[in-house]
Each structure stands twice: as C-alpha cells, then as structure tokens.
C-alpha cells in the first residue's frame, strides 16, 4: 500500500456508514482484477460515493480513472507543481475553491484566467493543473454532496481557441465525464465570449446528453446564477478576492500537496496482468481519437 492514503492526504474524517457491503462487493470485484492497483478503503468509498453507491458504475469509473491516467501521460504525469510549465500555469490563473457551500450542501470552484495573454497558454499543462487541482479539492472536501463549477470566459479570445488541443480536450472531457470520481451538479459558463457558438461547436461532440443537460451558458457574471453572498469581491459577493483565494490555495498546493501530487502519479493499470483487454477504448487516444470504452 502507498505511504499516503490516497485520495485523502489527512484521512478521510468521517467514512460513511451501513455501506460495508458496498466496500467490501468493490474489494472482492477488485481481487479480479489484477491489472488495476491496490487502493484504500477511503479511496474506494470516494468511488462509491461519486456513484451513489451503483456497483456496476463504480467499477466502471475505477476502470475508466486508472486506464484514462496511464494511457494519456501528457495529462496525468508531470505533476511536479514547482516545475517551471506548472508554475506558469498556476501563473496565469486562478484556480479556487470558495469556502462556503451552496443551501443543497454543494461546494462552489471558480476558474478564471488571470492574464489573458494567449500567447502564454499552453493547454494540456492547464488540463494537467487543472486535474491537480481537482485532486487536492477531493482531498480537502472529503465525501462532498456535489460541485458547482464556475468557468468565467472575461478575456478570453479567438486566440486562446486556437491553442486548444483537440487530444488534450478528449481526453479532458472523457476524464470530467466517466472517470472523476466526484458528483458533479452544475457547470456555469459566465462572461461568455462573442466567439461562444465556435467553442461550442469545438466542444460539443465530446459532450454526453448527461452533461449537456448540467452546462448553464450566460454573458453576465456568476451572480445571477449563485447566490451573491457565497461570491467573492470580484463579482459583487463579501467574500475576499480571487487572487487572496488563489494564492492561498496555491501555496496549499506547493506545501503540503507537493510531494502528494507527484506520489499520484504511480496509480495505474499494468496492461500485462489485464485478463480481458477491452476490444476498443481509451487505448485509442494512443493512436487516434476515443471511442467507448467496454468494460466487463
């Protein structure tokens, strides 16, 4: 077992209760699957959870988390957060979790550019930031109720879309969508830029009926949409600013979740001990494209 008790950095505070069988069908599944690492019982439950406790879906979020880490290296290595290519990344945005929750118990992140010079983004280290950022967040919320993500677009322009990667935003999407392990409520896009139709058009074949139905578009600002008094400074709210959060949790992030976040890194399938390889799936990404992947 790993030093850490991955996902959870300090524990899981409070596991949930009555839903031993739950863990326990997942460990007897998981004693068929040689390929697949060995994880903790806080780890599985965090799987469980996100699936509201459907064993098939679990197994297959498993499936598709560690298979989608292994296959698309670009994404999923890397994760030295004092690394020049992450430093600029964490430079160039603000990446936030804000300290209270929705009524349903829903915790809120924002995403933002902080400087809008396109010229200095590079996409697959803001998808790889961003997934470590995520995996801090899942550590720190612990069994969470849901997210509410806020993705604000002020200042982005036609040439950021012209960085995007189209593998990296496969294998982004795949990975939002059928392998974080986390429940996903609502995804707000505020601010929209002029240019929101072409990115649509960009981002829509990756996009699952299930998570068009979650996607909220507007030109204005998150309030309309959030409660006022959960928002920072910038957008109308009592809270402090963007920046004071963004820096706190970078340092969070560059402290104790350093050595954490590299650590991550060694959870992975080990292709040569699969009994049953998938006829086609994530393996694609190596080679061309994804299609559905079929588990077993």
């Not at 959870?49 to 297959?60: G, L, P």
């Not at 550019?113 to 995996?135: E, G, H, I, P, Q």
């Not at 806020?150 to 999407?173: E, Q, Y």
């Amino acid at each position: 077992m790993n030093t850490y008790s991955h996902p959870f950095l300090r524990g899981l505070k409070q596991q949930p209760e009555g839903k031993e069988k739950d863990l326990t069908g997942i460990r007897d599944w998981l004693s068929t699957q040689p390929h697949l690492p060995s994880i903790s019982d806080e780890y599985i439950y965090l799987f469980l959870h996100s699936n509201y406790y459907d064993m098939k879906a679990t197994q297959d979020t498993i499936e598709y988390y560690f298979t989608l880490k292994t296959g698309t290296p670009d994404l999923f290595s890397g994760r030295n957060v004092g690394s020049s290519r992450m430093k600029v990344a964490l430079d160039i945005t603000h990446m936030v979790a804000l300290p209270y929750k929705t009524s349903e118990g829903y915790n809120i992140l924002v995403y933002r550019f902080s400087d809008t010079d396109y010229t200095k983004m590079n996409f697959a280290d803001l998808v790889r930031m961003f997934c470590m950022f995520n995996d801090l967040r899942l550590s720190e919320d612990g069994l969470s109720e849901g997210y509410i993500v806020i993705f604000d677009m002020k200042g982005c322009s036609l040439g950021h879309l012209t960085r995007v990667s189209l593998p990296a935003l496969r294998s982004f999407m795949l990975y939002i969508q059928d392998a974080h392990p986390a429940r996903l409520k609502r995804i707000n896009v505020v601010h929209t830029a002029s240019f929101i139709n072409q990115v649509m058009y960009i981002v829509k074949p990756f996009i699952k009926g299930a998570l068009m139905s979650l996607l909220h578009l507007t030109s204005n600002g998150p309030a309309s949409l959030i409660d006022i008094e959960l928002l920072p400074s910038d957008y109308g709210g009592p809270l402090k600013s963007l920046e004071e959060f963004h820096k706190e949790q970078r340092e969070l992030m560059e402290t104790s979740y350093k050595d954490w976040l590299i650590d991550t890194e060694t959870f992975k399938v080990e292709e040569k001990k699969r009994i049953k390889k998938p006829n086609r799936g994530i393996f694609a990404s190596l080679t061309g494209g994804f299609k559905t992947l079929e588990i077993d």
